[in-house]
């Protein structure tokens, strides 16, 4: 598969995923209160009429609902033209206006605006699901171009290392690519899959003897939709490139980015996620080194 056809490929495929989220309030809201100025370690009124690029936005526009909260003007873009109207609607469900955020088709690898045209641009979880690292410079190239001498530039990449990202989920993905019930399956994944295997997990359990202490409801709200959405995320799309702390820092400072500063934060989760959510934040424990190598690749710099 050629760079174009990966790159539309998983742009087709994140936006069924996003219209799926973009009517998911518990999905919206938890990644829209990631999203709070002193995360970046800037004033409350920072965002303030602040020119905010939103690059790959997204269906569910989540990131550019949030900083349009906060009082940026925010500009969203992603490929095509069929993610503008769920975006639309998606920050009209949030309360905002339908001109409030403005949504325009582009290609992160090159972008239509001016030189240092925002103070602030944003790129989140799009980098890594590029066709290769060829792709990933020039994409980086161009977030800095627009980037404003002084404004900043937040992106993230993903989990380095761990035995999750290196072992578990490549070859998570390889069985998705050659085995089709496994593709099926993940394909149309939803709640009632699980609801549907732990009662007949619970059935067969009491018919034997063996007793449940917790109840379906509890079960289901564990492998929620947020989950099952999730699960594809982590597989469906057909690149997902290794990036590392050393990899990203030289995007940085090769596009004249100031000290980068990594991120980290506690992402408070509904689901059964939930429990693995301390681990993922307290990356120097000994499991969590096992299970997230050294966690999430978040980053801000200033140009």
């Known amino acids: 598969?050629?760079?174009?056809?990966?790159?539309?490929?998983?742009?087709?495929?994140?936006?069924?995923?996003?219209?799926?989220?973009?009517?998911?309030?518990?999905?919206?809201?938890?990644?829209?209160?990631?999203?709070?100025?002193?995360?970046?370690?800037?004033?409350?009124?920072?965002?303030?009429?602040?020119?905010?690029?939103?690059?790959?936005?997204?269906?569910t526009a989540k990131l550019s609902i949030k900083f349009t909260y906060l009082g940026a003007k925010v500009t969203g873009v992603d490929l095509g033209e069929d993610f503008i109207p769920i975006a639309k609607e998606s920050a009209k469900k949030q309360g905002l206006a339908e001109d409030k955020i403005k949504f325009q088709s582009a290609n992160v690898i090159s972008l239509p605006f001016e030189d240092e045209e925002f103070?602030?641009?944003?790129?989140?979880?799009?980098?890594?699901?590029?066709?290769?690292?060829?792709?990933?410079?020039?994409?980086?190239?161009e977030l800095a171009r627009v980037t404003k001498k002084g404004g900043h530039l937040y992106t993230v990449f993903g989990v380095e290392g761990g035995l999750l990202e290196d072992h578990i989920i490549p070859a998570a993905r390889d069985y998705y690519s050659v085995n089709?019930?496994?593709?099926?399956?993940?394909?149309?994944?939803?709640?009632?899959?699980?609801?549907?295997?732990?009662?007949?997990?619970?059935?067969?359990?009491?018919?034997?003897?063996?007793?449940?202490?917790?109840?379906?409801?509890?079960?289901?709200?564990?492998?929620?939709?947020?989950?099952?959405?999730?699960?594809?995320?982590?597989?469906?799309?057909?690149?997902?490139?290794?990036?590392?702390?050393?990899?990203?820092?030289?995007?940085?400072?090769?596009?004249k980015f100031q000290t980068p500063k990594r991120l980290r934060r506690f992402v408070k989760r509904q689901n059964i996620r939930k429990y693995t959510a301390p681990l993922h934040y307290l990356c120097d424990s000994p499991i969590s080194k096992i299970i997230y190598g050294s966690g999430n690749l978040e980053f801000i710099a200033q140009k």
């Open 1 to 59: 598969m050629n760079e174009k056809l990966i790159n539309e490929k998983t742009r087709e495929i994140y936006h069924e995923q996003h219209k799926r989220g973009a009517g998911n309030q518990i999905a919206m809201d938890r990644f829209m209160s990631m999203i709070e100025p002193d995360y970046f370690g800037v004033d409350r009124n920072f965002f303030s009429n602040k020119k905010l690029l939103d690059a790959g936005c997204g269906d």
């Open 119 to 141: 103070d602030f641009v944003c790129c989140h979880g799009v980098l890594l699901h590029l066709a290769n690292y060829k792709q990933i410079e020039s994409a980086f190239s």
């Open 180 to 255: 089709k019930e496994f593709q099926a399956l993940i394909d149309n994944i939803s709640p009632s899959n699980f609801k549907d295997l732990f009662q007949m997990i619970k059935k067969t359990s009491e018919e034997n003897g063996i007793s449940f202490d917790i109840d379906d409801i509890t079960l289901q709200k564990m492998f929620d939709l947020d989950f099952c959405v999730m699960l594809q995320n982590l597989l469906q799309a057909p690149v997902r490139l290794k990036v590392s702390k050393s990899d990203i820092l030289g995007y940085y400072y090769r596009n």
